[in-house]
């Protein structure tokens, strides 16, 4: 069972459309990463949302945590080619007793803007 | 620069014949970790390490060994590759390590090593 659901997981739109693709768990997570992959490269932070409700602005991006924390989405506000990619939202996962954590990523939206 | 880097970025082998995939960070981050990245299901990591000396299973270590001697290094190795360890491979790092949950800090990734395995 995945702990982090992406959807949609392929998305292909026109330059200038709008779009929002989620991130949803049926866990309460603290706070959640959202990365951007490109092809031939490593995924990238975008951003970290923390408190329930938390909207966050990246330019064209708008990411919100959901009041209840689990789940969160991504809009993007007229597309370009430039934000085709591999959008994966991730958390910590771990032990406050034993101080380690590992990272849980979802299974990403794939995303294609077409010029 | 500060980066995450992996060697070979490319590498086909055969079955049973065991190799090694680099990865050092200049950031002297604490945590270090191994991911594969297969379609359909993102990104498993493999292996992490809190510090020097200290790691951990993910979830999906069988047939991956790692080691962390120095900070700055984390090799990932395979004693006896099989077919079904055709992967893209990512090493990452963060720069908190024990005690750390909940920092958030994010992770800084290495551009991959596409390993195919005959």
């Known amino acids: 069972t995945q702990l982090l659901e992406q959807s949609p997981q392929f998305l292909s739109i026109q330059e200038g459309e709008n779009l929002t693709v989620y991130c949803n768990s049926s866990s309460v997570f603290s706070s959640l990463q959202w990365y951007r992959q490109e092809p031939g490269e490593g995924p990238v932070l975008l951003v970290t949302v923390v408190t329930g409700g938390e909207v966050k602005k990246l330019k064209r991006l708008t990411f919100q945590f959901g009041d209840a924390r689990k789940d969160s989405s991504l809009h993007i506000t007229a597309a370009q080619p430039g934000d085709t990619g591999l959008y994966l939202c991730a958390l910590q996962r771990g032990s406050s007793a034993s101080g380690t954590y590992k990272y849980i990523f979802g299974t990403g939206t794939r995303l294609k803007v077409l010029a | 620069e500060a980066q995450v880097t992996q060697n070979p970025r490319y590498l086909i082998t055969v079955t049973g014949k065991k190799l090694t995939v680099t990865c050092s960070q200049n950031m002297n981050h604490e945590y270090m970790s191994w991911y594969r990245q297969d379609p359909g299901l993102g990104l498993r990591q493999i292996y992490y390490?809190?510090?020097?000396?200290?790691?951990d299973k993910g979830d999906v270590p069988e047939g991956y060994k790692v080691s962390r001697k120095e900070k700055r290094n984390f090799p990932l190795i395979l004693e006896s590759p099989s077919p079904n360890q055709t992967s893209l491979y990512f090493c990452?790092?963060?720069?908190?390590?024990?005690?750390?949950?909940?920092?958030?800090?994010?992770?800084?990734f290495g551009n991959g090593t596409r390993l195919t395995v005959t």
């Open positions: 390490s809190m510090n020097v000396e200290v790691t």
């Open positions: 990452a790092s963060s720069l908190y390590g024990q005690g750390a949950l909940r920092t958030n800090s994010p992770l800084h």
